[in-house]
């Protein structure tokens, strides 16, 4: 394995700044990795420091937004657009979820929530990547978690929160074609909010713990409005005391 980089991803730190702060400290100074913020170029730079709460504004705007990393090198994500981006954009650069890097540090203090079942949900955007889905298990069971699957897991997930009930970021159709378009049949289309909820609902109402985790940002929107308590892998690891 070459040379790896981690991108932090625009959209994740917009939702969940704080944390994506300690993300990102961690796989600095545990793993010495550069960090870059977007997965395209020049996208939506300026409009994404606007959006950043005050406080952590001048922070982010000291990461470099983009660079330019030779093959064979590996990108580290927390975000399965960025993932995606990547495996079609830049098929020369290796991926390797940020889950799977973890697993690396012998070190890594893992909270205990002894024993508590949690529904795990896993995401259309990444249903392939067996890989991940393994590293995210094992994680969940060093923090002591009782894993309660869904019917529709690994590679028969279907739900991306109500992120695929309506029309996509354009560039994303552009810059990974084969998982948003060829893949997406009958997917990003218009609903109202109601429509939205009453979907989320709808997926919800299979699930029968307190508490569902995710590890993804779209992911975790879906569930809270579908009446769960959306719990980010990230939040779980690194912010025990805020779940």
């Known amino acids: ?61 000291s990461v470099k ?57 896993d995401c259309w955007r990444s249903k392939e990547n067996r890989a991940e889905q393994d590293a995210v298990r094992e994680l969940m069971r060093r923090m002591n978690i009782n894993i309660v699957e869904l019917a529709e897991n690994h590679e028969r997930t279907q739900f991306c929160g109500y992120s695929i009930y309506q029309p996509q970021p354009p560039r994303n159709a552009k810059l990974a074609p084969k998982r948003f378009v060829d893949g997406a049949k009958g997917l990003f289309k218009e609903n109202t909010e109601e429509e939205k909820k009453h979907l989320m609902e709808e997926h919800c109402s299979q699930i029968f713990t307190d508490k569902v985790v995710a590890y993804c940002h779209y992911c975790i929107r879906g569930l809270n409005l579908g009446g769960k308590q959306g719990i980010h892998l990230a939040r779980l690891l690194f912010e025990p005391e805020n779940v």
């Open 1 to 61: 394995m070459g040379e790896r980089f981690f991108v932090a991803s625009c959209v994740f730190t917009e939702g969940e700044p704080e944390l994506s702060r300690k993300v990102q400290a961690y796989v600095g100074d545990r793993f010495s990795l550069p960090i870059i913020r977007c997965c395209v170029a020049k996208y939506k730079v300026q409009e994404f420091e606007e959006r950043m709460p005050e406080w952590y504004r001048d922070e982010w705007k």
């Open 65 to 121: 937004h983009y660079d330019d990393f030779p093959a064979g090198s590996t990108m580290v994500s927390i975000c399965h657009n960025c993932s995606a981006i990547f495996e079609e954009r830049h098929p020369e650069i290796q991926r390797q979820s940020i889950w799977e890097l973890i697993l690396e540090d012998d070190s890594f203090p893992y909270p205990n929530y002894h024993g508590e079942s949690m529904t795990l949900q």
